[in-house]
């Protein structure tokens, strides 16, 4: 919510912000959309998963003894690549290749991408570095249902309810904040339209709870200012394995390496 600086939040900072950096590793592996198929090509097997299962093994080895990639093998892939594609246009399929294939040379990598891209008729190979291997599996870019907004009421209320119109004209359901009129504009803690007789903490308490029930914590940052409240929102967000979308780069560094995106 705004900027509270009557009840020493600088504190709770520090400790959420500790937080975010622990659950940067502790996140884990998150399935994907249920509509998604994942294809992950390894040095000597081809693995589908659905719903983040593994569920069907083509053995391929693609490699001969000077690691170079084998033809009959590369036109396998496509063709196997060419069967895996949904008929459903609902249905998105992601292709990551491990392994072997990082050891290729950067015009090798390319040139086997653009074949695939080509002859599968637009799917695109991803060859991904080991440190972003769990990310495979990692939430993708769906459509969201629910959101909470964030970002610094005292300072950017205006940009905070021109976000909020556009997300409900496009059928997303605002958990928080459900005003944007504000009773005392500019003050250090910004009390909405209804809230004039309910102490700030319990007012924050209430927009921890929105977070736990949204899909999504949209940070309305122009300029990358982020704020200490919604500072402590994001390591909440965070802990609770949710969505971050902030609206522009945001200025502090600690934002820039957890998994997040930018509209």
């Not at 998150?30 to 983040?52: C, F, M, P, Q, T």
């Not at 990551?96 to 695939?116: D, W, Y």
């Amino acid at each position: 919510m705004g900027d509270i600086v009557n009840l020493n939040y600088c504190k709770f900072k520090k400790y959420f912000l500790l937080i975010l950096l622990c659950t940067v590793w502790l996140h884990g592996v998150h399935v994907r959309a249920i509509n998604d198929k994942i294809i992950v090509v390894e040095s000597r097997a081809v693995k589908l998963y659905l719903e983040g299962k593994e569920v069907e093994v083509k053995n391929i080895d693609f490699f001969d003894k000077d690691l170079k990639i084998k033809t009959e093998s590369e036109l396998a892939l496509i063709e196997y690549l060419n069967l895996s594609k949904p008929k459903d246009n609902q249905i998105k399929i992601r292709i990551f290749a491990v392994g072997n294939f990082r050891k290729l040379s950067e015009i090798s990598q390319s040139t086997l991408i653009a074949n695939i891209f080509i002859k599968t008729g637009g799917l695109k190979l991803n060859i991904i570095p080991q440190y972003l291997e769990h990310l495979i599996f990692e939430n993708p870019r769906h459509v969201f249902k629910s959101v909470v907004i964030c970002g610094s009421f005292r300072k950017h209320i205006d940009k905070i309810d021109q976000v909020k119109r556009q997300l409900e004209s496009n059928g997303v359901r605002v958990l928080a904040p459900v005003s944007t009129v504000p009773v005392n504009p500019g003050a250090n803690f910004v009390f909405f339209e209804g809230e004039e007789t309910t102490a700030p903490l319990e007012l924050e308490n209430l927009f921890l709870d929105r977070i736990r029930e949204c899909d999504a914590v949209i940070v309305c940052c122009p300029g990358g200012y982020v704020g200490t409240s919604a500072s402590t929102e994001i390591g909440f967000a965070r802990c609770l394995g949710k969505r971050i979308i902030f609206t522009e780069k945001p200025e502090d560094y600690i934002f820039n390496i957890i998994p997040s995106e930018i509209l």
